[in-house]
Each structure stands twice: as structure tokens, then as C-alpha cells.
Nanobody, 123 residues
Framework: DVQLVESGGGSVQAGGSLRLSCAASGYTSSTNYMAWFRQAPGKEREGLAGIWTGGRSTFYADSVKGRFTISRDNAKNIVYLRMNSLKPEDTAMYFC?????????????????WGQGTQVTVS
């Protein structure tokens, strides 16, 4: 199994920035890529950004392209999500996920492991 623990959420004013972290442990070598999702109350879980575990290839949802950046520290098994120019509509619970599949996408059903989430509130 793989365990994922998110941190870095909080409250920020519109226009501000946050950096979320996702610490992975366990059988991380079984995963092919990791991604960040978010879910606001009453809305579906939305894929934001993903990163290939074997390299630096990344992919983004159009809704966050140019504002959010995903990166990873392989030595520490941590994946980050840097969020700039935050807007009130970015308010949500943010989740980290890992996939053992070979298909690149941001469909939540393709992810095998999930963290508990970290809340981001933008006012």
C-alpha cells in the first residue's frame, strides 16, 4: 500500500499564494504518477495537475494552467502544488492521489491511493 499525507492548506486572501505538500510513504515504487485534486461542497472532485513519477513530465487542467505548478522532490517522496493568484472559487478541500495505471489523465477513477485532504479557503 501507499500512504499519502497532505499539508499546507489554510486561509488566504484573494491574490495570495499557498504551497501544498503531499508526503508519500509505503510501496511508492508501485505508482506511475501522482496528482492533485480538489472538491468543493456540492461539486464533483476536480483534477488539477499531475506529475509522472519516473521523470518531470507534468500535465494540468485548463482551469489552473498558468496559476498552479506541480513538482516533486524524489529524495523526500514529496509532491508539491504551488498555487498563485488564488481566487475565492479555489476554495475547496485539496487531495493528493497516486496511480499505478499507465494511462495519463485526471480522472479520479484512475487513482488507487488518496490522502485525507487539506482545506484551502480563499476570501
Amino acid at each position: 500500500d501507499v500512504q499519502l499525507v497532505e499539508s499546507g492548506g489554510g486561509s488566504v486572501q484573494a491574490g495570495g499564494s499557498l504551497r501544498l505538500s503531499c508526503a508519500a510513504s509505503g510501496y511508492t515504487s508501485s505508482t506511475n504518477y501522482m496528482a492533485w485534486f480538489r472538491q468543493a461542497p456540492g461539486k464533483e472532485r476536480e483534477g488539477l495537475a499531475g506529475i509522472w513519477t519516473g521523470g518531470r513530465s507534468t500535465f494540468y487542467a485548463d482551469s489552473v494552467k498558468g496559476r498552479f505548478t506541480i513538482s516533486r522532490d524524489n529524495a523526500k517522496n514529496i509532491v508539491y502544488l504551488r498555487m498563485n493568484s488564488l481566487k475565492p472559487e479555489d476554495t475547496a478541500m485539496y487531495f493528493c492521489a497516486a496511480s499505478t495505471r499507465s494511462t495519463w489523465n485526471l480522472n479520479p477513477s484512475n487513482y488507487d491511493y488518496w490522502g485525507q485532504g487539506t482545506q484551502v479557503t480563499v476570501s
